[in-house]
């Protein structure tokens, strides 16, 4: 891919989380790609559960981005998340994907936010005090797994 097609990618990804529009995301990874983030350490079709999850249960959901970087085959985009964690507490998640194309679909993604910032909006007095600690992350990590099925 050219630098101008990574970028052209890149928008038409967003667009569809703007959109929720988690199939046309999904159609957009490699069969054998790889999604991290503080929370989630997913292989294949295992990311295009994650977004359906995601975006199914969100809330007064909204996307903004911005792609900072485009080369041939790799970007990046800053993103920002605002919707209602479990339909009532409000969340503004600022994100920064890296992403790495070949032969046109996604085959690594990586996401990176404060998770002790995200757990405060989210999870509230518990997500505040507990929030800086890996062993409550793992924890956070664990759950969000089990709810993404089998």
């Known amino acids: 891919m050219t630098a101008e097609e990574t970028r052209e990618s890149l928008s038409r990804f967003y667009?569809?989380?703007?959109?929720?529009?988690?199939?046309?995301?999904?159609?957009?990874?490699a069969p054998d790609a790889a999604f991290s983030d503080p929370v989630f350490r997913l292989r294949g079709p295992e990311?295009?559960?994650?977004?359906?999850?995601?975006?199914?249960?969100?809330?007064?959901?909204a996307v903004t981005w911005e792609v900072r970087r485009a080369e041939p085959d790799r970007g990046e985009v800053a993103w920002t998340a605002r919707y209602l964690f479990g339909g009532k507490r409000p969340v503004v998640n600022a994100i920064t994907s890296d992403v790495l194309f070949r032969s046109g679909q996604i085959v690594e993604q990586t996401?990176?936010?404060d998770f002790h910032r995200w757990a405060g909006q989210a999870l509230g007095a518990p997500?505040?005090?507990l929030g800086g600690f890996d062993w409550f992350r793992r924890s956070v990590a664990r759950k969000a797994r089990r709810g993404l099925g089998p």
Do not use: Q
């Not at 667009?15 to 957009?28: E, I, N, Q, V």
């Not at 990311?47 to 969100?58: D, K, Q, V």
């Open 127 to 129: 997500g505040r005090a």
């Open 15 to 29: 667009a569809a989380l703007a959109r929720r529009d988690a199939a046309t995301m999904s159609g957009m990874y």
């Open 111 to 113: 996401d990176r936010f």
């Open 47 to 61: 990311i295009g559960r994650m977004w359906e999850t995601l975006l199914g249960r969100a809330r007064e959901f």
